[in-house]
């Protein structure tokens, strides 16, 4: 029974794939629900095991809390997992957690919390998570075709993130000069997108391609992807969005239970609709 781990699953996206996991009898998972709020988290793992009650599902869920943004907690969940299943516990890391200002109104403050919380904290628990990975393991990237580099950044700032010998290094401080350009209001000036959401996932899809290219002489034979769910109906795409729930999940899904023959070919790439998309 593979073990798969969501982060940022009481609600939304995340919420929506560990249900679906849970459900499905066609492979059998242990399934961790992970989130900043305990309660929350709790609430939600009660959710889906009452939705589902009198049923015989083959898949078992767990709840552990985790704090993307706290050292500590990442650390303590870490070694929870080694601890229960050993140095290769982790069949799917699914990293989901993530927060949008969008709708609360933009400063220099909610434009870092953005970047360190959907690039920064995604980095540092799959920095953490990595080497509990089992062989053909599958670490898949919840970004957004918002971060796309199609027209919304200059052509020197397109050029490093395109960069074939890209280092997390590099990408790291290309974050983190947004921020520094956010407090000093030269964002736009210094070639970068209107707010720090599209600039965090953009951070993400090219961290996605920077693992598959470190890792791919790796023993373990990890796939490596990122993908967008679309315009979806939750608390972060509000009620107007194009697509409902199920079907934001689809790419996801197909991520973590797609053949993994088929998809390794394409490890690093960002896939939208179905398919490996343009960056």
């Known amino acids: 029974m593979r073990l798969v781990v969501v982060t940022g699953a009481n609600k939304g996206i995340g919420y929506a794939i560990t249900k679906f996991l849970y459900a499905d009898s066609a492979i059998p998972s242990k399934i961790f629900l992970t989130s900043r709020n305990e309660s929350l988290g709790l609430k939600a793992i009660d959710d889906i095991k009452n939705e589902f009650k009198g049923q015989n599902t083959a ?107 890209l280092t997390l290094q590099q990408l790291n401080d290309i974050e983190n000069d947004f921020v520094e350009a956010a407090y000093k209001g030269e964002a736009e000036k210094r070639g970068y997108l209107k707010g720090s959401y599209p600039v965090s996932k953009t951070g993400v899809t090219a961290y996605a391609r920077i693992l598959a290219r470190d890792y791919k002489s790796d023993p373990r034979k990890l796939f490596f992807a990122s993908c967008c769910p679309g315009w979806v109906r939750t608390d972060m795409g509000g009620p107007n969005a194009a697509l409902s729930i199920e079907e934001g999940i689809k790419m996801p899904i197909h991520l973590i239970n797609g053949n993994y023959e088929s998809l390794i070919k394409d490890s690093g790439r960002f896939f939208f609709r179905g398919v490996p998309a343009k960056y």
């Not at 220099?108 to 628990?125: G, H, L, Q």
């Open 59 to 165: 898949s078992e869920l767990f709840y552990h809390q985790l704090d993307v943004r706290n050292e500590s907690s990442i650390i303590d969940f870490r070694n929870y997992l080694e601890s229960n299943y050993g140095k290769k516990g982790i069949d799917v890391l699914v990293n989901n957690a993530g927060i949008s200002h969008i709708r609360d109104g933009v400063s220099a403050d909610t434009e870092k919390d953005t970047i360190d919380t959907n690039y920064f904290a995604t980095v540092n628990v799959t920095e953490h998570l990595l080497g509990l990975m089992n062989d053909k393991g599958r670490v898949v990237f919840i970004s957004s075709t918002l971060g796309s580099l199609t027209g919304n950044y200059s052509d020197a700032l397109k050029q490093k993130f395109l960069a074939q010998d």
